[in-house]
């Protein structure tokens, strides 16, 4: 594909000076006729209506759904998905149920069978942990993977599921393909360890508390741990994560989480700590008007900033218009900052969502221009070993065969005793489908040739 193909249409250009989002309807779809206001706003009754089944999904849509991509999706469940089917009413609602097909929201999140690439549904290097992030962990839940930055799990479920989670070894339920990693430690115990671990590694500047998702971690609990974390005199960065202010904007609207987020800025503002909220937002349809009235509060209660990272999907928003549309919905209407766009990780079941390397160059080179400096993100790899790079910053890259080939300058705990580190190369790779017919029948002798070896060896 040459460069011209990634180019910004008029249409998009156009699109900044788009009137105000509308919130869609929830009335419209036959499961929510008779949903009143105050229910619909209710972070509760989002939770306890979110969607969890095919037949459950069959009642809300109705028509809209027919038999074929309900049964397709119930197939998938069944033989790929790696994690359990939960999608909120108001992720539903910004789905266009009338070609629920193509909807970019659907194929995110409610996978149907022949959405996957039926030859290679997996790269043969995708793994259930595909960054290494449990061989980083300090302890239970903590990740040391950059020298100055660490990553806090509190919690390992979400209000909702994607099939695309870096995490889906340990966040959510078991589904028929893959058994989930269970925490051992109590969450008193790890948090209490992970401060402890915190606090006696000054060179840790930045944390991410994540999981999961925040919003899964009760108030006060969160309350305590971000309120220590705070006053820890290294920490200077905390970033909070969390899809569902995007997901369930109702969560963050309730009277008690804003009083709990009121209180963290104002804590983080007299200790001069910046902290941050970041969302994920794969399409500009997810962008609504309860979206936005959800991230508007977080400067003024003293939030350095909400941003957003999105994860490059094909078939979601794999165009420079999808990101240049996700953006400006974001930037414009909700004052969410589009921070980073990561080409998705080698997990299990993902090859469809995948796009090459080249094409994440070609985008990032496109949607240059078009949006404020600091509202351009960044197109990153995060490659397995080490860690998120620019795409543009690959060392050699075969675009036969689809192999990358990165460097960093910094040690992982993994590696802080290894003589041989430094200078180590480490490998992304494109999906197969993407590859040039000798690309393809490259690794299906490669494939092949271990297969044999497999065999010869267990004889």
């Known amino acids: 594909m040459t460069r011209g193909a990634a180019r910004i249409s008029e249409p998009a250009i156009a699109a900044a000076f788009e009137p105000a989002l509308e919130e869609p309807d ?30 459950e999904l069959a009642a809300v849509l109705g028509p809209a759904l027919d038999d074929e991509l309900a049964a397709d999706i119930l197939r998938d469940q069944q033989r790929h998905a790696t994690m359990p089917m939960l999608v909120p009413p108001h992720m539903l609602n910004t789905m266009r149920e009338d070609d629920l097909r193509a909807d970019p929201v659907r194929r995110y999140m409610l996978p149907a069978l022949s959405d996957r690439d039926p030859d290679w ?8 942990d595909p960054l290494g992030e449990s061989d980083m962990w300090a302890l239970e839940g903590l990740v040391h993977r950059y020298p100055s930055k660490a990553l806090v799990e509190l919690a390992s479920t979400c209000p909702q599921y994607c099939g695309h989670c870096t995490r889906m070894d340990l966040v959510g339920p078991s589904t028929p393909q893959v058994t989930k990693y269970s925490f051992r430690m109590r969450p008193r115990e790890r948090f209490d360890a992970a401060l402890e671990y915190l606090r006696r590694t000054p060179a840790i500047r930045d944390v991410v508390v994540s999981g999961g998702d925040v919003a899964n971690v009760p108030v006060r609990r969160l309350t305590e741990f971000v309120s220590a974390l705070l006053e820890i005199p ?43 909220l970041h969302t994920h937002a794969n399409h500009a349809n997810q962008i609504t008007p309860l979206v936005a009235r959800a991230a508007a509060p977080f400067r003024d209660w003293g939030f350095r900033d909400v941003r957003n990272q999105s994860v490059l999907l094909r078939g979601v928003n794999d165009t420079a218009d999808d990101i240049l549309a996700l953006c400006r919905a974001a930037l414009d209407h909700a004052a969410i900052t589009p921070y980073y766009v990561y080409m ?62 990165w460097s960093k300058r910094y040690r992982t705990v993994v590696e802080r005793d290894d003589p041989d580190a430094d200078g180590r190369r ?34």
């Open 234 to 276: 290294s920490i200077r960065d905390v970033r909070l994560a969390s899809k569902s202010l995007i997901a369930l904007p109702q969560h963050f609207l309730a009277p008690e989480v804003t009083a709990t987020m009121e209180l963290l800025g104002g804590l983080a503002r007299e200790r001069g700590v910046a902290l941050s």
């Open 426 to 459: 480490y490998h992304y790779y494109d999906p197969i489908d993407t590859l040039p017919a000798a690309g393809r029948a490259w690794w299906q002798a490669s494939i092949s040739h271990q297969q044999q070896q497999a065999v010869a060896t267990s004889r």
């Open 344 to 405: 998705c990780d080698m997990v299990p079941g993902c090859e469809h969502w995948r796009t090459p390397l080249w094409r994440a160059q070609e985008l990032q080179h496109a949607i240059m221009g078009f949006l404020p400096g600091y509202a351009t993100p960044r197109i990153v790899c995060d490659v397995p070993g080490a860690g998120k790079l620019w795409v543009h910053q690959v060392d050699a890259y075969d675009r036969e065969r689809g192999i990358s080939a």
């Open 26 to 55: 929830w009335r419209r779809l036959p499961g929510y006729r008779g949903v009143a206001a105050r229910e619909w706003h209710s972070a509760r009754w989002q939770r306890r209506h979110s969607v969890r089944s095919v037949s």
């Open 121 to 128: 549904p997996s790269h043969p290097r995708a793994g259930r």
